[in-house]
T-cell receptor
Framework: RKEVEQDPGPFNVPEGATVAFNCTYS??????FFWYRQDCRKEPKLLMS???SGNEDGRFTAQLNRASQYISLLIRDSKLSDSATYLCVVNPRFNQAGTALIFGKGTTLSVSS | EPEVTQTPSHQVTQMGQEVILRCVPI?????FYWYRQILGQKVEFLVS????????KSEIFDDQFSVERPDGSNFTLKIRSTKLEDSAMYFC??????????????FGEGSWLTVV
């Protein structure tokens, strides 16, 4: 079983749409979770951390379900500039620097006008 | 905003040649990393470095790879004898190493290595 698994997409949506991405992880001991955004041939950039209580940053909402080992990202009111690949990322250790982040392969979003 | 810088942005090398990729991490950061991404594949961890030694490495980081912090600012990745399958984007990254916000990892723009 893959460590971090995502639906690769692509998700093609019109501007203004709401879109949701899902991610599952295999290591139940994983402690920290993130969504990164990656534009084509660019570096990953942190979009948001994911907390057990769920968290929201503007149009973006992230949820974590530890029992199901499932992470989600919801984007409301999609913009053209949201077009990118969204990477689900897991850190197996809580708040410990220097450890390996485990990346999913990413879900590609294309927002059209 | 402070950033991680990498050079070169793109390098083409012949199989068997040595390559050194260079990085300048964010100045007050303590942890340094190399990740790679083969075209169309996921980002993969190679190595992390702290206090002038490797703190963790992956199975990919075999004897062909080495890292060094030759001075107070640079962090390098050396591939001794490149293979075709080493062709990838190599990302350098750094993190502060403090409490939760200090563990946010910042990536450089990457060095695209093509082995021919």
């Amino acid at each position: 079983r893959k460590e971090v698994e995502q639906d690769p997409g692509p998700f093609n949506v019109p501007e203004g749409a709401t879109v949701a991405f899902n991610c599952t992880y295999s290591n139940s001991a994983s402690q920290s979770f993130f969504w990164y955004r990656q534009d084509c041939r660019k570096e990953p950039k942190l979009l948001m951390s994911v907390y057990s209580s769920g968290n929201e940053d503007g149009r973006f909402t992230a949820q974590l379900n530890r029992a199901s080992q499932y992470i989600s990202l919801l984007i409301r009111d999609s913009k053209l500039s949201d077009s990118a690949t969204y990477l689900c990322v897991v850190n197996p250790r809580f708040n410990q620097a220097g450890t390996a982040l485990i990346f999913g392969k990413g879900t590609t979003l294309s927002v059209s006008s | 905003e402070p950033e991680v810088t990498q050079t070169p942005s793109h390098q083409v090398t012949q199989m068997g040649q040595e390559v050194i990729l260079r990085c300048v991490p964010i100045s007050n950061h303590l942890y340094f990393y190399w990740y790679r991404q083969i075209l169309g594949q996921k980002v993969e961890f190679l190595v992390s470095f702290y206090n002038n030694e490797i703190s963790e490495k992956s199975e990919i980081f075999d004897d062909q790879f080495s890292v060094e912090r030759p001075d107070g600012s640079n962090f390098t990745l050396k591939i001794r004898s490149t293979k075709l399958e080493d062709s990838a984007m190599y990302f350098c990254a750094s993190s502060g190493g403090g409490r939760s916000s200090g563990n946010t990892i910042y990536f450089g723009e990457g060095s695209w290595l093509t082995v021919v």
